[in-house]
Nanobody, 126 residues
Framework: QVQLVESGGGLVQAGGSLRLSCAAS????????MGWFRQAPGKEREFVAA????????YYADSVKGRFTISRDSAKNTVYLQMNSLKPEDTAVYYC???????????????????WGQGTQVTVSS
């Protein structure tokens, strides 16, 4: 059974940094795509970033490009989201997700993902 466990959320001031981790277990993830999504109160879940585990190709939402970096550590089966220059509008619950059969395009579509973590809260104060 695939398990995704996020950690690293918290409260930070605007301009600060956080690193989220997603520990994955239960499968060999070399053919998976891993994504980070977020959901703020009253808003729909939105794509943040994704990475193809085997190739390392990365994808970002325009709103985080240049500030966030997604990476993976195959030895630890862990995906990271380094978040710099945080803004109050980045406040949300952040979810890690795994796509077992990633399409050539469409990694930003949350319905393609098969497994989800429980989420971790990120709050950015102004």
């Amino acid at each position: 059974q695939v398990q995704l466990v996020e950690s690293g959320g918290g409260l930070v001031q605007a301009g600060g940094s956080l690193r989220l981790s997603c520990a994955a277990s239960g499968r060999t993830f070399s053919r998976y795509a891993m994504g980070w999504f977020r959901q703020a109160p009253g808003k729909e879940r939105e794509f943040v970033a994704a990475i193809r585990w085997n190739l390392g190709n990365t994808y970002y939402a325009d709103s985080v490009k240049g500030r966030f970096t997604i990476s993976r550590d195959s030895a630890k089966n862990t995906v990271y989201l380094q978040m710099n220059s945080l803004k109050p509008e980045d406040t949300a619950v952040y979810y890690c997700a795994a796509d077992a059969n990633p399409p050539i395009a469409g990694l930003s579509t949350h319905s393609y993902y098969d497994y989800w973590g429980q989420g971790t809260q990120v709050t950015v104060s102004s």
